[in-house]
Each structure stands twice: as structure tokens, then as C-alpha cells.
């Protein structure tokens, strides 16, 4: 549960580019870069290198380029404290050489061939990928407080169940949902799973935290914030994929179910790591420190316990945690865009007509505040997001519906599938989530989507396919 206009996406970090005149450098790697001008100097004695205000270190290489009037030069990247990857900025530091020409005492400051480098520094996460799937192939998802179940609920299980095929849904509740349309599709997918609410501390009390408020909390726990405890819970007793209402699978996990945790870091003021798409091992021990993090909690707060802590937490056991999305990608406008297990916020730039190229990196996408109101989700409305996913989904179904576990107990899954689907069409259009355009459609649906079937063909037929 991160700030509502933050959202989270996938993609693995690495040093490059991240907008016009800044470069990512990894604690601990080295950076190579042309600086110059030389002004004819071809033989350089000894260069070191500046990274701002920070003592200078010599080189670890360089080479003349005469052609170029330049000097390529190999700088180790220096070290760096955590806590300076917590403020609202992430650190950076502009970097140039000093060199001593050969047979002389003359030296010369140079910056990179393009002007000022800046370079912004990434921290090392180095969680170890594992030589096979340490995470069950389960998913959850939790809803708290007995509202409504929002129709992109059915939308994000459904896309899991045919993209993932993991052998069990389960929806976790502290109430049964009341009726509704959208219900009875979740149920198509998932197993409903009620916990009781235990009871809560009274305030400077030392009884065990609860899904219903930490140790010791002063402040009453919105819905949220019980979620972010509750499906912690989860992923440490049964291990597996924790997926938002809001979140959706846009292509196989792969090797991310190799690692024993992952986040997907986001920057919207500040450094994140997003809790709307988690993957745990059973009993990670990171899933542990979160967890545990919230004893000493007050229960203040937006999403500082929920994504910021965790970015903390992260950095203090660069090990126990695989970071996606970090860096943040770009377009080469230097605007942010999706990343394969990510975040789409309001200032990631996907347009109309090029949905398929912005979700072409995305594993799953988590869009915060898209159960929020029409007014809130006006751009995602018009652009046709919803639609997409779900046709994204039925292009890329890998699985026939009778052999998807959700729908395993149905006596006709094909059925089962076409009636949600159809749900789904109707119900997004009459809330305002517009088609997509010709070349946000897929080319064509995977040959096991059920076409044929009546439900089916009115869905796609509604959608111009």
C-alpha cells in the first residue's frame, strides 16, 4: 500500500544512461567514460579521478585517443553509506579527472566530452538467484474491511490465473465481501480465506502485533495498513505472490520465482520498495524483518511503514532482497516508463496508440488508485489500460482453460473463463474505461482462448476485435 499516485513495474537494474547527462554507477563497479579535451597531450603520466567533493582516486585505466582529442578513462566508483539512499533525492556527484602530462609537473582538470558528467550512484542489492523455484506457485490477494469487491479485482485474478497458472488463488478477507457481480467472478478464480481480527493492544501495551494493529500502536489502523500486516503473514507462513487489486500479470514470472524475495523499487518523493506486487519464499527472512518492523510502529502514516521502511530495510540487507525496477527506466527523453515488474504512476509516459511497446518489458504491472474514481483515473479511462491487460491476457494464454488450476473444479472452464471475461468487457465500458485503439490491440488472441464460445465472442466483438 505506497502513495496513490505511485505505482510499481519490473526491471533488472544496471549501470547506463539515466537521462541527458547522467550516468548510473553501481557501488563497488567501475565507470568508463571519454573526457577531453586533451589539446594535444598524448601521454598521460597519472590521471585521477573526482567524484564532487570526495577525496580523488587514481584510475584504474586510461588510454589516449588521438583521434579524438580525448582520454578514456576506468574510475572505481566510490563507496557510498546507506542512509545516503534515503533522502528525496538519490545522491549524486559530478565527475571529472586531473592528469599529469609526461615529463612535466603541468596538470589539467578535464570533464566529459559532452560538458559536466553527473553521475547518479545506484546502491549494490545482491540478492542470489537461486538454481530453481524457491517461491510456491500460489498468489494472494487481501481485501479488508467487508466493502465491495471492485471489478478489477476479477481483473487482476484473472490475468494471474492465465498467465501464472499457479495451483491455488486465495482471496483473504476479515469479512466476507457482500454480494456482487464482481464477487461471484472472483470466486471463478479464488477460494475465499477469512481471518478473524484479533484483538488489539491497549495503547503502551506489549502483546504480540496482530493483522489488526502492531505493538504498542496509538492510532487506529485503516484498512490499508491491516493489509500491508496481514499479507506479510501470508507470504511468511505459505510463501508465493502477493498481487494488489490494482496489480496485474502482463507476462510469466520466469526466474523471478528464483529469488526468495522481491520488491519493485519506485521514486515518488522518495526511494521505495512497493508492497502492491511482493514474491516471498515461506519463512524469507526478509518478509521476517518487515514483519517485524511493525512492532515498534505507531500506526502513523501513509506509506512510510508500507514502502519506505522497506527501501531502508533493504539497503541495510542488500542480500535478502531482490530490487526490480531500479533504476526507474526511461524513455530517451529522460520521461519515466514501465519497467518490467513496476510501477505506473501518473509521470510514467504511456500513450495511446503505443500501450503495447510501453507494457512490452512489464511482467506485472501494479497501477495504484485504479480502484479509485473515474475523475481520479481519467488518463488510464481514456487510454483504455483495463482493456488492454485483459486482451494482453487472452493473447498471450499459454494454457487451455481446462487445464488452469483456478478453474480445475469447474464442469466447464471454458465457460467459467468467457462468462468473466464478458463481465469484465461490459462492466469496464459502462465505468468509463474507454477501448483501446486499433494499434493497442493485440495482433491476434492465443489459439487456446475460447473464441468460439458465445460469452466470448460478444466480449471481443464489444472491444472491435
Known sequence: ?????????????????????????RLGD?????????????????????????????????????LLDALNATCDVPRLRPEEFWANTPPRASLSLSLKREGGAERSRLDGRGGILQVEFLFPFNAT??????????????????????????LSLLTAAVLWNPTALVLHVDKVPPSSASLECVR???????????????????TSAS??????????????????????????????????????????LGKLRRYEFSMG???????????????????????????????????????????VVPFKLATQQPSSVHVENYPEPRWPTGRKRPGPFGVSSYNTVILRGHMREAYGPVIAAHLPAFTHSPAFNKRRLARGDAHFILLNALSRMAVAPSRLHALAGHPSPGGELCDAVLFLTKELLRTGHLAPV????????????PADLPDCANATALLGL
Open 1 to 25: 500500500m505506497c502513495a496513490a499516485v505511485s505505482a510499481a513495474l519490473l526491471l533488472l537494474g544496471s549501470a547506463g544512461v539515466a537521462s541527458a547527462g547522467v550516468v548510473h554507477a
Open 30 to 66: 567501475s565507470l568508463t567514460e571519454l573526457f577531453g579535451p586533451l589539446r594535444g597531450a598524448t601521454v598521460v603520466s597519472k590521471v585521477l579521478c573526482h567524484f564532487g567533493t570526495r577525496p580523488p582516486a587514481r584510475a584504474t585505466s586510461w588510454a589516449v585517443s588521438p
Open 129 to 154: 538467484l537461486q538454481a530453481r523455484a524457491v517461491v510456491p506457485n500460489l498468489v494472494h490477494a487481501v481485501h479488508i474491511g467487508g466493502s465491495k469487491l471492485p471489478t478489477v479485482a476479477c
Open 188 to 206: 471463478k478464480f479464488a477460494t475465499l480465506e477469512v481471518h478473524r481480527a484479533r484483538a488489539a493492544p491497549a495503547p503502551g501495551g506489549r
Open 211 to 252: 493483522a489488526s494493529r502492531p505493538r504498542g500502536s496509538f492510532v487506529p489502523l485503516r484498512p490499508e495498513h491491516m493489509s500491508d500486516i496481514l499479507r506479510l503473514e501470508i507470504l511468511i507462513k505459505r510463501g508465493g505472490v502477493y498481487l494488489d487489486a490494482d496489480a496485474f500479470a502482463v507476462q510469466p
Open 265 to 307: 523499487f519506485e521514486r515518488s518523493g522518495q526511494s521505495k520498495l512497493n508492497n502492491g506486487l511482493m514474491l516471498s519464499a515461506s519463512g524469507a527472512p526478509f518478509a521476517k524483518l518487515l514483519r517485524a518492523s511493525y512492532n515498534s510502529w505507531s500506526g502513523g502514516g501513509w506509506d512510510e511503514q508500507s514502502c
Open 438 to 449: 486499433r494499434e493497442d490491440l493485440p495482433a491476434q488472441l492465443s489459439p487456446l482462448f
